[in-house]
């Protein structure tokens, strides 16, 4: 069988979503997926760890970090900035691994403007309903009402680019949701630019076709 480039899967939506919770499930259903852990400058949430929820940086890393060319894209988000290191990108996708972004629309566009573009997959998540977005963001129960306020009132400049997406997911059931997420990944494996050894193959088949008689 032929080897496979990897891919860039990011999946963006408004906060509550359900972006985080599908990203999981999608890496429980195939472990060969790395997350791409973000850098960010904003401080952590009760139980979240350096190094695996985020890479917690100072304004000044983080800002050193650009300036040498080591993020892939980087944005201001809620007041902070965040942005995806390169290195394990590139090294994932040499090896033949996918990688998963959780990324908003700036991050989505820059990564899908830059050399790696062709090889990325982006999928945006909608809630069914305002109302049912509000109802996850209370029910997660991580943030004040005054955080919660200030996600909701962002969660319409997200929705806004929903059409630069490949692919528009309304996250109502979570299990159909889920399944339709895991066949566009199946498929976009599939793409003849995610196979690097098709070339050689057809040249194989030239040559058997030819000496054929
Ligand atoms: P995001 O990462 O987009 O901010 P989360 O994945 O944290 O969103 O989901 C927000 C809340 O909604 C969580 O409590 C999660 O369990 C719940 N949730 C996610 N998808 C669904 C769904 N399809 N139906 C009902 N609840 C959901
Ligand atoms: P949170 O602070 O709730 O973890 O994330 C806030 C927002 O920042 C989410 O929409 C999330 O997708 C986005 N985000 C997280 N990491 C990155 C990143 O590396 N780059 C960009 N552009 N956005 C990010």
Known sequence: MSERRGLLIILSSPSGAGKSTLSRRLRDWDKTISFS??????????GEKDGQDYHFLTEAQFKADVAQGEMLEH???????????????QAAIDAGRD?????????AQQIQ?????????????LPPSIKELHRRLE????????????RMQKSWDEISH???????????????TEARLRSIVSAARLKRVQQPDLNAHVMRLQTEFEDRS
């Open 37 to 46: 852990v973000s850098a960010t400058t904003r401080a952590p949430r009760e």
């Open 75 to 89: 944005a201001h988000v809620f007041g902070h900035f965040y942005g995806s290191p390169k290195a394990p990108v």
């Open 99 to 107: 990688v998963l972004f959780d990324i908003d629309w700036q991050g």
């Open 113 to 125: 403007n830059s050399a790696l573009g062709a090889h990325t997959l982006s999928i945006f998540i």
């Open 139 to 150: 029910s997660r129960g991580q943030d004040t009402a005054e955080v919660i306020g200030k």
């Open 162 to 176: 929903w059409a630069e997406y490949d692919y528009v997911l309304i996250n109502d059931d979570l299990e159909e």
